[in-house]
């Protein structure tokens, strides 16, 4: 299967290495890894072009879901929802497993309400994906189970 590796690590300092890391992973579990920087681009219209091609092109979509930021980084929160619209398969990874309203309380500092429905992600994400607290590599150990 090909796998669109999605998150904010292409942010990272090392990100190509870490691109390259998650490849080699695929690859140790039979799949084709299909990372956001393999795309040689020089726009923000290239990159959006860019990335939406690989998610076609992928079968499964493993998603980095930790903090950054603050919050889910937004541009992997848009890549899970193209691909829970194109039908992909989605695992969305976190190592914090504190549902938000243990994180946050039943209100935010602003007074806004803290959604409850035992996730450790917005129930858009959550719904659109299986959730996995782990990493990567967990992600395409239970991939291959299935």
């Known amino acids: 299967m090909k796998i669109y590796i999605a998150g904010p690590d292409v942010f990272e300092p090392d990100a190509v290495m870490i691109g390259e890391h998650k490849k080699a992973l695929c690859a140790l579990y039979g799949h084709e ?81 803290v959604e409850d429905f035992g996730y450790p992600f917005n129930l858009m994400l959550a719904e659109a994906a299986q959730i996995v607290i782990g990493d990567f590599e967990d992600c395409l150990k239970m991939l291959n189970a299935e």
């Open 33 to 113: 890894g299909l990372y956001p920087l393999d795309n040689e681009c020089d726009s923000a219209a290239a990159i959006y072009r860019g990335n939406l091609a690989l998610i076609d092109e992928a079968d499964v979509i493993i998603a980095n879901g930790n903090d950054f930021r603050g919050e889910t980084d937004a541009g992997t929160a848009f890549e899970v929802g193209y691909g829970a619209a194109k039908g992909k398969k989605i695992f969305l990874y976190t190592a914090d497993s504190r549902t938000l309203r243990e994180k946050y309380g039943e209100t935010d500092e602003k007074g806004r309400a």
